[in-house]
């Protein structure tokens, strides 16, 4: 039988049916490749960052050349709550096409950058690019494919394509700097830059014009500042330990953003970020899920990653061809949870893929220094299997379960808490495994504190959909 189109809403014989399968697809296309850049740039930049420091005369001390890469997460996280937001009062659309230009600009930028200070700046601003473009294009998913099943199916081609994006930069990255440089890694952004931008003008359908309220700017600025806090908290709580003084005011600051942030919000009209949204089961329960599951998998994907290149000596390519078995999963596994959303609404597979994940962080405990390559496999693709089959369904969970003019938002909020996710993955696991003496101890209790975050997270799927009134995707 043939698949039906893309948009068509009911698969009746009609006009839209006629036209060329290929053309309903083209508004995803652009939407995932302004996500493809952002998903890259978050991990491609990493093997990077040794040429970087040796080229602008830092030597060894990567401390300003670690900045390159943390300062476009915090920025990245910082925003995207307000971007979201934007992106409802103004529209989906313009915001997503400012948001890919900037990118472009900030590329070109970055690639130019005669100083280290310079990079450093293009980073911060690629960060704001990127908190444009993700809400909104999850926004504008949901205006092009009005269908419940097309959109499932279409969610799960745009995570699949991000997660390909994340897990394959360290691959791509120590290709492009062992060939042409570490310049290259940011020149990479235009072509898709560019032909996102010419697709997103002619094909992606803007959501209907809402009334354009006030901007909340106390909630814009709080909110800010809490998950910038929160977020530059993890990061140098893992480098500097976490009774740092920088860290326990970062902290205390995040804890005072929040509180004020919340009491701001419950006597606002016109909230940027209704309180009532987390009324919802669905709502919650898969934004917690998305937290738990960037815990996880980024932080184990840091860990294996040093395990590979420092605690076996794999070279930097090879190290990232080693996690390839995890890598190759994310876009089958998007699809096939992307279906089974559609069919059966998000909690089966979410619960499905996050068991799934945390089998394969358990069997990982087999790993050592001397490990055969082999026994590794299977670990690594069903962590990378869970993982990408868990993330349509929860996207999709926070999508529907929003009204549609606050959708940007609703995936504003779930972005942020994976970013925040991933930050404290990757200081959490990281700071287990400081220690090269107690390397393999560190890994074994890193996988554990992995695996227990899924399980955690599919035990809370069980929510979705059950609170009274709320009957899922299905």
């Not at 014009?209 to 600025?221: E, F, I, N, W």
């Not at 329960?285 to 980024?298: D, E, K, Q, R």
């Not at 993955?425 to 695996?451: K, Q, T, Y």
Request: positive net charge; charged residues 10%.
């Amino acid at each position: 039988m043939p698949l039906r189109e893309f948009g068509s809403p009911d698969g009746a014989a009609d006009a839209a049916q006629a036209r060329p399968q290929a053309a309903s697809r083209l508004p995803l296309i652009a939407l995932c490749l302004g996500f493809f850049m952002v998903m890259l740039d978050a991990t491609v930049v990493t093997v990077a960052l040794p040429p970087i420091g040796q080229d602008y005369g830092t030597g060894g001390d990567l401390a300003g050349a670690q900045w390159v890469a943390d300062g476009y997460t915090i920025v990245f996280a910082g925003l995207l709550l307000s971007a979201g937001s934007l992106g409802d009062r103004l529209g989906s659309k313009p915001v997503f096409q400012a948001g890919l230009g900037l990118f472009v600009v900030t590329s070109l930028g970055c690639g130019l950058a005669p100083t280290l200070w310079f990079l450093i700046l293009m980073r911060l601003l690629q960060g704001l690019a990127a908190a444009l473009v993700v809400p909104t294009s999850l926004a504008l998913i949901r205006a092009s494919y009005t269908n419940k099943e097309d959109r499932a199916r279409a969610i799960g081609i745009w995570g699949g394509i991000g997660g390909i994006a994340a897990a394959s930069g360290p691959v791509l990255g120590g290709l492009l700097v062992s060939a042409l440089g570490w310049r290259s890694v940011f020149y990479v952004n235009l072509p898709f830059g560019l032909l996102g931008m010419a697709l997103a003008a002619r094909h992606v359908r803007a959501p209907k014009s809402q009334t354009v309220r006030g901007m909340d700017l106390p909630a814009q600025v709080l909110g800010i500042l809490a998950l910038a806090a929160a977020t530059y908290a993890v990061i140098e709580g893992g480098h500097q330990g976490w009774s740092a003084p920088v860290v326990v005011i970062a902290f205390v600051l995040f804890a005072l953003c929040g509180i004020a942030f919340v009491l701001v919000e419950r006597r606002t009209e016109n909230a940027m970020l209704p309180l009532s949204l987390f009324r919802h089961v669905t709502f919650s329960s898969a934004t917690v899920v998305g937290l738990l599951l960037n815990i996880g998998f980024y932080g184990q994907l840091f860990v294996v990653t040093f395990y590979f290149q420092q605690y076996r000596h794999y070279a930097v390519l090879w190290a990232g061809l080693a996690i390839l078995p995890q890598t190759a999963m994310a876009g089958l596994a998007s699809a096939l949870g992307g279906r089974m959303t559609a069919r059966t609404g998000p909690r089966t597979p979410m619960t499905l893929g996050l068991l799934i994940g945390a089998a394969g962080f358990l069997a990982l405990l087999v790993a050592g220094r001397s490990t055969p390559y082999w026994s590794l496999v299977l670990p690594l693709a069903a962590i990378g299997f869970g993982t990408a089959f868990t993330m349509p369904a929860a996207v999709a969970a926070v999508v529907e379960s929003a009204p549609p003019n606050r959708s940007g938002v609703a995936s504003g909020v779930l972005n942020a808490s994976r970013q925040v996710g991933s930050a404290v993955g990757v200081a959490l696991l990281g700071a287990l495994v400081a220690d090269p003496a107690h390397f393999e101890s560190g890994m074994r209790a890193g996988s554990l504190v992995s695996g227990g975050c899924f399980v955690v997270g599919a035990l809370i799927a069980q929510a979705v959909g059950r609170a009274p009134g709320e009957r899922g995707l299905a």
